[in-house]
């Protein structure tokens, strides 16, 4: 059984099927919000004999990582343990919960051995298995192996808290607030997720912060958030767009420099983003003219969709970001964009200094792309 976060009922019981539950996707927010839902309807508040709490990520005395190994120095493996404490009977009744955090670092053949003993933890048990943060940098390169996903799957509860997109999230901003007995103007929840984003943790920060300075029965307006919510360098990549799509260079060259001296961007960073932001463009401009139009869904155009990579601007073409790419898309010619594309390989080569090309400071090279971006198309 899988549900979506968003889909679960916001107070009250959990649903919840079989032993196995797992928590997955890249919202950590909703994870936790949803693991400690989970605790309080399994196991009673009080109860701490009958709950286990392990992380793949920490080192487990007296426990060995391989199979092979376990049998040579006669230990247990992890996947051994975790079994050995699912199957454990209740104290005094009950039932059991056993909490496994970063179950995805878990190696694949460990994996598989859970899978394989899915079916031996007694009914009154439970094991909650969390997944890890997918988009942390020093994470492996891991995921969760395909028959202890579809066992659970199958004979369990899978919970998805995957990141929110732009409506659900205004809704979370409008909920949370609603909470608290005040409101915020459409304008200023607008500029809100444009400068926060949608990730949860950083969201609440900022509504906590405006809250604040709303007060009691308060109404968020756009200069408050404005004055309190520092700007994403995804915005001002937005706002460096624009002047491209205009062919104003003095205005893209603020933007950049106000990115490397006020926001104090790494310039690799910011060169990512505008490479994200150009691609985007060009996949909407496919969707364009294919004869999608802002409001309309992507996939009723399917034709179009196959020429787009797997992760494509699909899901990004709601709300202000969809009106912000259109417009962008419209004003840039093919022609400018393979010039744009051009400039973009020439600025990554000269921060490399590969060679043949120049060496140049990557802040440097992003100059002398922002005019080039800004130059007429060549023919």
């Known amino acids: 059984m899988n549900h979506k976060f968003t889909h679960l009922p916001k107070s009250g019981k959990i649903p919840v099927q079989g032993t196995w539950l797992l928590v997955q996707g890249d919202e950590e927010h909703l994870k936790r919000l949803l693991v400690?839902?989970?605790?309080?309807?399994?196991?009673?508040?009080e109860d701490e004999f009958n709950l286990d709490q392990l992380d793949v990520a920490e080192r487990w005395e007296g426990i060995v990582d391989g199979a092979e190994q376990g049998k040579r120095e006669r230990l247990p493996t992890r996947a051994e343990r975790i079994l050995a404490l699912a199957q454990a009977?209740?104290?005094?009744?009950?039932?059991?919960?056993?909490?496994?955090?970063?179950?995805?670092?878990?190696?694949?053949?460990q994996q598989k051995r859970l899978a394989a003993g899915l079916s031996s933890v007694p009914p009154m048990n439970h094991v909650l298995l969390v997944t890890g943060n997918s988009g942390s940098d020093a994470r492996k390169a891991v995921k969760l192996s395909a028959e202890l996903l579809k066992g659970i799957t199958q004979s369990g509860t899978v919970y998805d808290c995957a990141a929110l997109n732009e409506n659900e999230a205004a809704e979370w901003v409008r909920e949370k607030l609603k909470e608290w007995g005040q409101a915020i103007e459409p304008a200023a929840l607008h500029l809100l997720l444009q400068r926060?984003?949608?990730?949860?943790?950083?969201?609440?920060?900022?509504?906590?912060?405006?809250?604040?300075?709303?007060?009691?029965?308060?109404?968020?307006?756009?200069?408050?958030?404005?004055?309190?919510?520092?700007?994403?360098?995804?915005?001002?990549?937005?706002?460096?767009?624009d002047a491209v799509a205009s062919r104003n260079a003095a205005q893209a060259m603020g933007v950049l420099r106000e990115l490397l001296t006020v926001q104090l961007e790494q310039p690799?960073?910011?060169?990512?983003?505008?490479?994200?932001?150009?691609?985007?463009?060009?996949?909407?401009?496919?969707?364009?003219?294919?004869?999608?139009?802002?409001?309309?869904s992507p996939e009723s155009f399917p034709r179009a969709l196959e020429l787009l990579p797997e992760q494509s601007v699909a899901a990004n073409l709601k709300g202000w970001m969809g009106n912000k790419l259109?417009?962008?898309?419209?004003?840039?010619?093919?022609?400018?964009?393979?010039?744009?594309?051009?400039?973009?390989?020439?600025?990554?080569?000269?921060?490399?200094?590969?060679?043949?090309?120049?060496?140049?400071?990557?802040?440097?090279?992003?100059?002398?792309?922002?005019?080039?971006?800004?130059?007429?198309a060549r023919r």
Not at 36 to 45: D, T, V
Not at 345 to 373: F, N, T, Y
């Open 196 to 241: 926060a984003g949608t990730e949860l943790r950083r969201l609440q920060i900022e509504v906590e912060k405006l809250s604040l300075l709303a007060g009691e029965n308060g109404r968020i307006r756009a200069r408050d958030v404005e004055l309190l919510t520092p700007k994403l360098a995804e915005e001002s990549v937005f706002r460096l767009a």
């Open 268 to 296: 690799y960073r910011i060169f990512l983003l505008i490479v994200r932001q150009f691609r985007l463009i060009w996949q909407t401009k496919v969707l364009l003219d294919a004869g999608w139009r802002t409001g309309q």
């Open 89 to 109: 009977l209740p104290f005094l009744g009950g039932g059991r919960l056993l909490i496994v955090r970063n179950v995805d670092l878990l190696a694949n053949d």
């Open 326 to 376: 259109a417009g962008q898309a419209r004003q840039l010619s093919w022609e400018h964009l393979e010039t744009a594309y051009q400039a973009m390989m020439e600025c990554d080569m000269a921060g490399k200094a590969i060679e043949g090309v120049p060496r140049q400071e990557l802040d440097v090279a992003l100059e002398m792309l922002c005019v080039k971006l800004c130059a007429p």
């Open 36 to 45: 400690e839902r989970l605790r309080g309807e399994l196991l009673a508040a």
